[in-house]
């Protein structure tokens, strides 16, 4: 199983990323300093963001994965839960009977698998390109 660290970075290396208000931010390895919350004002963020990753143990911070996921397909009704059938086993579902990704140890991992399979697929990346961009970041 993955770190919250290597979970982040792989995140965060998986486009189409974005760094979104309310994050909590943990330094990389190679960063020397302490986990900072994202406020509204972007000229306020750290200047170290691309060695930073998202701290996927934080709720607000998931909350803003999810609100990117659902984007991503453009599905407003994408949750992310346990299977039932499959006792602990995490899944991104949309709807009642649409499942995304199932079947991770947790729910971080759930949420890497969704941005995953959302940059291997081409045509619901070219879906949303009518939203803002700047350097290949989307601006929410």
Known sequence: MLT?????????????FTWMPGMLTIPSEYTIGRPLRLG??????????KSRYPDL????????????IRVLFGADDIYISTESTEGKKWGVFEGNDGIITNR?????????AAFELASESSEKIDDIDDTTTY???FLF
């Open 40 to 49: 509204d004002d972007r000229d306020q963020w750290p200047r170290d963001l």
């Open 4 to 16: 919250p660290e290597e979970l982040g970075r792989r995140i965060v290396e998986t486009l189409p």
């Open 57 to 68: 143990k934080d709720p607000a911070t998931k909350g803003c994965l999810l609100s990117m």
């Open 135 to 137: 350097d290949g970041e």
């Open 104 to 112: 991770h140890l947790s729910e971080e991992d759930a949420i890497l």
